[in-house]
T-cell receptor, first 113, second 115 residues
Framework: DQQVKQNSPSLSVQEGRISILNCDYT??????FLWYKKYPAEGPTFLIS?????DKNEDGRFTVFLNKSAKHLSLHIVPSQPGDSAVYFC????????????FGQGTRLTINP | DADVTQTPRNRITKTGKRIMLECSQT?????MYWYRQDPGLGLRLIYY???????NKGEISDGYSVSRQAQAKFSLSLESAIPNQTALYFC??????????????FGPGTRLTVL
């Protein structure tokens, strides 16, 4: 039972354009969401997060949108750069204090020059 | 220097062997986690520890055991390795007292192959 789903295994975007990565969740108890970025041969690194009390959080080129009614979040990268090519994982946490993350399957983003 | 280190980085072993993967951290965090990554499945939680005396099973703990030797060290053992335990294993840490307490910091991973 996959509680966090990233339905697109891969995404290819031209440099300078917008990249949109999507994530859906089923557990209404999730109240905090994170995006991680992973390069080959490295561990995932934190990118951006959002609490369920917000519907948008922005950090430079990265913006995360949360639609609680649809149980959907998305990560927007504008403008996309070659260094953004990586695997992106969506993760969710619920029951504040538990600090257990549930991860999606990941989406491989490729930025083409 | 890396804040979260894992040893070994790569390991090939045979079915039935006992294997230990080690994780050390210099971040001073109290919470530590072990995950495995499989293609198409993302990262799944194996075990987690909120302090030296607290060990909890995660989503997929069968076939694994852990030891929290100190606040900075958390080891994962496969008592009798089997081929479907071939995967990429990650250790992670978090700070319960940090404002961003949900954020976890990952080590570089151990690629384990069981033949």
């Amino acid at each position: 039972d996959q509680q966090v789903k990233q339905n697109s295994p891969s995404l290819s975007v031209q440099e300078g354009r917008i990249s949109i990565l999507n994530c859906d969740y089923t557990n209404s108890m999730f109240d905090y969401f994170l995006w991680y970025k992973k390069y080959p041969a490295e561990g995932p690194t934190f990118l951006i997060s959002i609490s369920s009390i917000k519907d948008k959080n922005e950090d430079g080129r990265f913006t995360v949108f949360l639609n609680k009614s649809a149980k959907h979040l998305s990560l927007h990268i504008v403008p996309s750069q070659p260094g953004d090519s990586a695997v992106y994982f969506c993760a969710a946490s619920g029951n504040q204090g538990a600090q257990k993350l549930v991860f999606g399957q990941g989406t491989r983003l490729t930025i083409n020059p | 220097d890396a804040d979260v280190t894992q040893t070994p980085r790569n390991r090939i072993t045979k079915t039935g062997k006992r294997i230990m993967l080690e994780c050390s951290q210099t971040k001073g965090h109290d919470r530590m986690y072990w995950y495995r990554q499989d293609p198409g499945l993302g990262l799944r939680l194996i075990y987690y520890s909120f302090d030296v005396k607290d060990i909890n099973k995660g989503e997929i703990s069968d076939g694994y055991s852990v030891s929290r030797q100190a606040q900075a060290k958390f080891s994962l053992s496969l008592e009798s390795a089997i081929p479907n335990q071939t995967a990429l294993y990650f250790c992670a840490t978090s700070d319960a007292l940090a404002r961003s307490y949900n954020e976890q910091f990952f080590g570089p991973g151990t690629r384990l192959t069981v033949l």
